[in-house]
Nanobody, 117 residues
Framework: QVQFVESGGGLVQPGGSLRLSCAAS????????MSWVRQAPGKGLEWVSD????????SYADSVKGRFTISRDNAKNTLHLQMNSLKFEDTAVYYC??????????WGQGTQVTVAS
């Protein structure tokens, strides 16, 4: 079955960096767009970024553009999110998700990112 194992979250000071990873299994990873979505405390889900199958086309929410970089390694079935210049408002649970024709049909368990001084 489809599974994701997310890692890389943690506590970081404002201005710091983290790199999230999402190891996928149970489906043909290289055939699907992938996304990152986050949920801040007390708020709804916010789409963060997505990437096409080949990894050469990416999109970002305005709130993270220029600071976050999504990438993928199809040989290792792994999705990444490099997060730089982190802000307090980036504090959230981050989820990777499989994109099936625009529908995020499978999600990881989430990894907590906390930006605090």
């Amino acid at each position: 079955q489809v599974q994701f194992v997310e890692s890389g979250g943690g506590l970081v000071q404002p201005g710091g960096s983290l790199r999230l990873s999402c190891a996928a299994s149970g489906f043909n990873f290289s055939s699907y767009f992938m996304s990152w979505v986050r949920q801040a405390p007390g708020k709804g889900l916010e789409w963060v970024s997505d990437i096409n199958t080949g990894g050469d086309s990416t999109s970002y929410a305005d709130s993270v553009k220029g600071r976050f970089t999504i990438s993928r390694d199809n040989a290792k079935n792994t999705l990444h999110l490099q997060m730089n210049s982190l802000k307090f408002e980036d504090t959230a649970v981050y989820y990777c998700a499989k994109d099936h024709h625009g529908d995020l049909d499978y999600w990881g368990q989430g990894t907590q990112v906390t930006v605090a001084s």
